[in-house]
C-alpha cells in the first residue's frame, strides 16, 4: 500500500505533455519554502492500493498523447520506493511514461531500482553551496550531488529543477559553482527556474504552522532573468516555470 496525499489530472508543470501527477505523503526534506507543508510528515495521507492508481493512470492515457504520462510527486516518492517498484513495472507494460520529482535525499537499492525503471527525474537541487542548503532545507545536500552523479552514470534523462529564492537560493556564485560542477552532465536535459511563491502560506495557517519566509518577496522579472541568463551559460535549454 501507497501513503497518498492527492492527485491532480491534466498537470502541466511537472514533466512534459500533459500528466497524472500523483502527490504522495511524507518526505526527508523540510524546505522553509515548501508548498506542500501537509505532505511533509509521514503520518497523513491516505492508504491506497497500488492497482488503483494503475486504473487511474491507464483511464487518463487516452490525454496524455505522445509525451504525457504520469509523475510522482510529494512530499518525497523515494521514501517509498519499494511500494512503487511494481506499480512502476506495471505502469510502463502499459506502455505509459514514468516521472518522478525528487529531491535526491535518498538513493539505497529500492532507489536505484526504481530510478532504473523512470523515464524522466525531475531533480531538485535546492542549493549547491552546503550551509545554504542546510539553512533552507535542514538537510545536507551531499547525498542530492551523489544521487545526480548516480543518474548521469546510469544514462538516466534528468530535468533539473532550481527554486529561486531571493536571499536564499539567488546567489549569483552559487548558480555558477552549480553549473560548473554539473556542466559535463550530459543526461540534463534541461533546467527549469521555479519562481518563489507564497501560494501555500494558507496551508500554514490551517495547520497551525509558521511560516518563516513571510518577509521574502516574489522574485522580479529582472532576477528571474539574470538567473536563466546564468544557466544559459552552461546549458543550452533553460525555462522559467
Avoid at 531500482?113 to 545554504?132: A, C, H, W
Avoid at 543518474?151 to 529561486?164: F, G
Wanted: hydrophobic share 35%.
Amino acid at each position: 500500500m501507497l501513503k497518498v496525499h492527492s492527485y491532480e489530472s491534466l498537470g502541466t508543470y511537472d514533466g512534459p505533455g500533459i500528466r497524472l501527477v500523483v502527490f504522495l505523503q511524507g518526505c526527508n526534506f523540510k524546505c522553509l519554502y515548501c508548498a506542500n507543508p501537509d505532505t511533509i510528515t509521514c503520518d497523513g495521507g491516505t492508504l491506497t492500493d497500488p492497482e488503483e492508481i494503475l486504473r487511474k493512470a491507464v483511464s487518463e492515457k487516452p490525454f496524455f498523447g505522445k509525451k504525457g504520462g504520469v509523475t510522482f510527486s510529494g512530499g518525497e516518492p523515494t521514501m517509498q520506493a519499494k511500494e512503487l517498484i511494481p506499480l512502476f513495472k506495471r505502469l510502463k507494460e502499459e506502455g505509459i511514461h514514468i516521472c518522478i520529482d525528487t529531491n535526491g535525499g535518498i538513493l539505497n537499492d529500492d532507489v536505484k531500482e526504481l530510478f532504473s525503471l523512470t523515464d524522466l527525474v525531475l531533480l531538485d537541487i535546492k542549493e549547491f553551496n552546503p550551509d545554504r542548503h542546510l539553512a533552507l532545507t535542514k538537510r545536507s545536500n551531499q547525498q542530492t550531488v551523489q544521487t545526480a552523479l548516480w543518474l548521469e552514470e546510469n544514462h538516466i534523462p534528468v530535468w533539473l529543477r532550481y527554486v529561486l529564492v531571493p536571499g536564499y537560493s539567488d546567489f549569483e556564485e552559487d548558480i555558477i559553482a552549480l553549473c560548473e560542477h554539473l556542466k559535463s552532465y550530459r543526461m540534463i536535459q534541461r533546467v527549469e527556474i521555479l519562481p518563489y511563491h507564497t501560494l501555500g502560506t494558507h496551508k500554514y495557517e490551517s495547520l497551525g504552522m509558521p511560516y518563516q519566509l513571510n518577509d521574502v518577496k516574489q522574485n522580479t522579472p529582472e532576477q528571474l532573468e539574470k538567473a536563466k541568463d546564468l544557466f544559459l551559460r552552461y546549458f543550452p535549454v533553460v525555462y522559467v516555470n
